[in-house]
Nanobody, 120 residues
Framework: VQLVESGGGLVQPGGSLRLSCAASGRTFSSYAMGWFRQAPGKEREFVAASGGSKFYGDSVKGRFTISRDNAKNTVYLQMNSLKPEDTAVYYC?????????????????WGQGTQVTVSS
């Protein structure tokens, strides 16, 4: 499985961005898809995941929404009400079900990451 993220960029506080992650392969629906982020000097942080149910990290609940289109082999992360502390490299990940979606070690495949910068 190959993952390619897109949609990152510079946005002002309070703004929105939508990240996309396109996956190769024919068994996309059998994978949990997750988003993680990593800021400089910090550990990789769970953001959201979709694997039957949807899960969100506490810091993004109510602001971010994960969705997936299995027909297009694509997962999205809609990010609203962005804050400067959301600034990070965002990574898309895929893991064969079942897995613990919040644990990055459980994922098998990773994208190259896309930078999101929230700044005025």
């Amino acid at each position: 499985v190959q993952l390619v993220e897109s949609g990152g960029g510079l946005v002002q506080p309070g703004g929105s961005l939508r990240l996309s992650c396109a996956a190769s392969g024919r068994t996309f629906s059998s994978y949990a898809m997750g988003w993680f982020r990593q800021a400089p000097g910090k550990e990789r942080e769970f953001v959201a995941a979709s694997g039957g149910s949807k899960f969100y990290g506490d810091s993004v609940k109510g602001r971010f929404t994960i969705s997936r289109d299995n027909a297009k082999n694509t997962v999205y992360l809609q990010m609203n009400s962005l804050k400067p502390e959301d600034t990070a490299v965002y990574y898309c990940a895929a893991g064969k079900l079942p897995l613990i979606v919040t644990r990055h070690h459980d994922y098998d495949y990773w994208g190259q990451g896309t930078q999101v910068t929230v700044s005025s």
